[in-house]
């Protein structure tokens, strides 16, 4: 079993930027892919990006490439999402994940951390 706790988020302006991270804890030993998922209100929960455990392999949403960046600090069992250039059409819950690849279904998720982007 992992858990995973998402913290960093908040009220940005358009523009602005956001650094959310992911504390795991409980099986960390394994060797778990990271991603992060969001939900905007009324919408369906959509994929953002992905790291592998080793962080060679990396993926992200079209809508977000070239904005957010993806990292890990596995001494630390934390993943991160710096979110740069953010638009109110970021505004959504973001929600970590881990699971066996970068393109499997995660096993584990978090509670999510809200992200709110003011016009």
């Known amino acids: 079993q992992v858990q995973l706790v998402e913290s960093g988020g908040g009220?940005?302006?358009a523009g602005g930027s956001l650094r959310l991270s992911c504390a795991a804890s409980g099986r960390t030993g394994s060797r778990y892919a990271?991603?992060?998922?969001?939900?905007?209100?009324g919408k369906e929960r959509e994929f953002v990006a992905a790291i592998s455990w080793s962080g060679l392999a990396i993926r992200y949403a079209?809508?977000?490439k070239g904005r957010f960046t993806i990292s890990r600090d596995n001494a630390k069992n934390?993943?991160?999402l710096?979110?740069?250039s953010l638009n109110p059409e970021d505004t959504a819950v973001y929600y970590c994940a881990?699971?066996?690849t970068t393109y499997s279904?995660?096993?584990y998720w978090g509670q999510?951390?809200?992200v709110t982007v003011s016009s």
């Open 11 to 13: 009220l940005v302006q």
């Open 34 to 41: 990271m991603n992060w998922f969001r939900q905007a209100p």
């Open 98 to 100: 881990a699971g066996s």
């Open 62 to 64: 079209d809508s977000i």
């Open 105 to 107: 279904t995660p096993n």
């Open 78 to 80: 934390t993943v991160y």
């Open 112 to 114: 999510g951390t809200q």
């Open 82 to 84: 710096q979110m740069n």
